[in-house]
């Protein structure tokens, strides 16, 4: 059997590379009874507040925010398991290209909130929640969308951890991002940490997180952290995000998730597994109506 370059068979590579594209492709609806899952769900059900509010519009664009203005946007435990129902509800939207994540009333998510964080403050019940956050925006990063955090006010601890699981931030100009987890005594537990660090690269995920250091829109773009800005007072932020994100999300929503998914095979598997996945999700847009529209147009691109 051949071996790839990285010592795997070849078969083998392939198998694993069309299971995750597969995975991908599948709708999985989506709650995984794992009893580990549905114990910490329940533990989780006993923090109310607040809500996750999902708009799917019909530009193709959804909005998801995250809704407890009281507690500057802080996750409750109910709203981490809306979460969960929410990305579940866009893994079955097929009409769906793109996603802005956002905080109510001006400021997007202070983290989790500390009342519930002290009630669960042994380790068991800290990793299990940490388990159930990030498989949760870990599903929010793989969704065929192109995604992006809308930073206004402030992303605080799981706050900026959340903005990590977008494809894209935006700041307003008076916004600001800390992991200010090393001020609570802790790390990020919500995959945050391996996020930043393919983001920004190990030097500066460092000086963010040994450093809680403030990141202001200059310093975000800077270190790349941050993909544009939107300046305060000039329109409504949220108009001018859809306007941002549809640079990206114009024209046919199957080639969009297409491009999607190549991104995100080729940021999260081998080479050789990537090159796999290319040419299945290559097979599905091919001789497709997008296709055959630019075929018959004699698109030229001048
Ligand atoms: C995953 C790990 C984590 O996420 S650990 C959590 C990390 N987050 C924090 O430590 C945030 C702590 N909060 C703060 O620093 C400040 O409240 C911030 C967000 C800067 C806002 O300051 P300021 O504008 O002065 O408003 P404020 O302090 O009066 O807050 C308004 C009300 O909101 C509440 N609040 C805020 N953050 C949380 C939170 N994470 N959990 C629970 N409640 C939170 C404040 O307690 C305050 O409530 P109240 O009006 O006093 O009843």
Redesign the pocket.
Known sequence: MALCSVGRPLLQNTRHALGWFFKQKQTFCCKVHDSQEEEIRKKLQLFPGGSIDLQKQESGIAVMTVNNP??????SGTMMTELEERVCELETWTEGKGLIVRGAAG?FC????????RAISNPQDGMKM?MF?QKTLTRLLRLPLISVALVEG?A??????LTTACDFRLMTSDAMIQF??K??G?V???G?AARLVRIVGSQNALKLLAGSKKVDPDFGKQIGLVDDVLTVGEGNTLVDTERWLSQFTKGSAPVIRAVKKVVLSGRELSLDEALTTERHVFGTVWGGPANLEALALKTKHK
């Open positions: 009281a507690r500057m946007n802080a996750f400021t202070s983290g989790s909130d500390l009342n519930a964080v940490c956050m402030k605080l601890g799981g706050g900026a951890e200010v987890h001020h609570m802790l990020p537990g919500w945050g």
